[in-house]
């Protein structure tokens, strides 16, 4: 059960943090805006100077979305912050005035001890003080807060001028969430297609020669004859479970969900044609979906080395980075491999799908590096 009253002491403590942060962002900013007025009017160092900025803001106020930066552009920043750090330098102006005159009537009154403040050898009256307290009050409450509102629109302008709102970033956002969606049933599709080509060019094969042999078997006249054409069929149909599971296997395999992608990375390779070696350093599973997209990058890297790069040698490494796991698959093949081909093109919208970046590197001549990232916490 949570104490609501220790919820709402700290709910104080962060605001009363929060405040202070903001606080020495808008002191460092008045400190920072005479020298940043003084380049943007040479033009040299802006970059520089605004890269300084962001730094600052990010730290004591928050990140502000910013694009690449260019000179003018920061130039133009640089050229209009100042008037937030005169406008800072004025806030605080205020409140330590308005906390130096409250600090001297407290004082006062403490040292006095007749509720009233000497003045010129006349004594002022404490109703005096005591109406001075309510506007007084006031107005440390709005200078305290115009501290924290001075450092929203630093953020704010560094965002405007430099950068994207957060209404433009969540409307790039929904159009990237489309194009992403439609490149997943895209890529659907297309693994459906060579999932019937697959059956279609082996499976079915297979299961009609079977079929012509079980029957001539039954038109076999002699017992030797009959035990060749059974012995035939019984291969075909060894050969057919082979294929199927292969099949099977490349729609999604099973070990992922029994055993975890170390294991299943194991399989690929021993069932690859060419040798495989393994590094995984993931210490923990980052969950079914990011396995499954991981696992898929190598079994196609993979396939693709031991079908078209006449490889001798795959490398497999998997581990974890700040922010994410980064999966690179290595061949020592002759290179040359199509990023837009089905296979290749397939695995780039399905890391896609999840927010990931892929990559190919393939020069003729080799060596080609398959490489993905996918975010996770």
């Known amino acids: 059960m949570i104490d609501v009253h220790q919820d709402e002491q700290l709910s104080a403590g962060s605001l009363v943090r929060g405040w202070f942060r903001a606080f020495f962002g808008v002191l460092l900013g008045i400190a920072t805006a005479p020298p940043g007025l003084l380049v943007a009017m040479l033009g040299v160092g802006t970059v520089r100077m605004t890269e300084f900025e962001l730094r600052r803001i990010e730290r004591w106020s928050g990140a502000a979305h910013a694009d690449p930066l260019t000179p003018r552009r920061c130039q133009r920043y640089l050229g209009v912050r100042w008037m937030v750090g005169g406008l800072g330098f004025g806030v605080v102006l205020m409140l330590l005035l308005y906390l130096t005159t409250a600090a001297s009537m407290v004082t006062a009154w403490l040292f006095d001890g007749s509720w009233g403040l000497v003045k010129d050898g006349d004594v002022v009256s404490g109703e005096l003080i005591a109406v001075a307290t309510l506007p007084g009050t006031l107005l440390i409450f709005v200078t305290l807060a115009g501290v924290t509102g001075v450092a929203v629109l630093d953020r704010w302008l560094a965002t405007a001028m430099l950068g994207r709102s957060q209404q433009t970033m969540l409307r790039q956002r929904v159009a990237e969430l489309t194009s992403t969606r439609a490149e997943v049933i895209e890529a659907i599709d297309d693994e459906r297609r060579r999932i019937e080509r697959d059956l279609h060019d ?28 059974l012995e035939q069929a019984h291969d075909t149909a060894g050969e057919a479970i082979d294929e199927l599971r292969e099949v099977a296997t490349r729609v999604y395999p099973a070990v992922l969900d ?14 690859s044609g060419v040798r495989v070696e393994i590094r995984n350093e993931l210490r923990a599973s980052p969950g079914a979906a990011l396995e499954t997209v991981i696992y898929f990058v190598a079994s196609e890297a993979v396939n693709n080395a031991a079908k078209h790069a006449d490889a001798s040698l795959v490398e497999i490494f998997v581990q974890q980075v700040p922010g994410g796991i980064t999966v690179v698959v290595r061949d020592d093949g002759v290179g040359g491999a199509d990023p837009s081909g089905t296979g290749l093109s397939g695995l780039a919208r399905r890391v896609k799908a999840v927010d990931g970046v892929f990559e190919v590197i393939s020069p003729s001549g080799g060596p080609t590096t398959i490489g993905a990232r996918v975010p996770c916490e």
Do not use: N, P
């Open 258 to 271: 029994d055993s975890g992608l170390g294991t299943a990375l194991e399989v690929l390779a021993e069932r």
């Open 202 to 229: 082996g499976v079915q094969q297979r299961l009609v020669a079977l079929g012509m042999l079980i029957g001539r078997a039954r038109r076999a006249r002699g017992e030797e004859q009959l035990q060749q054409l």
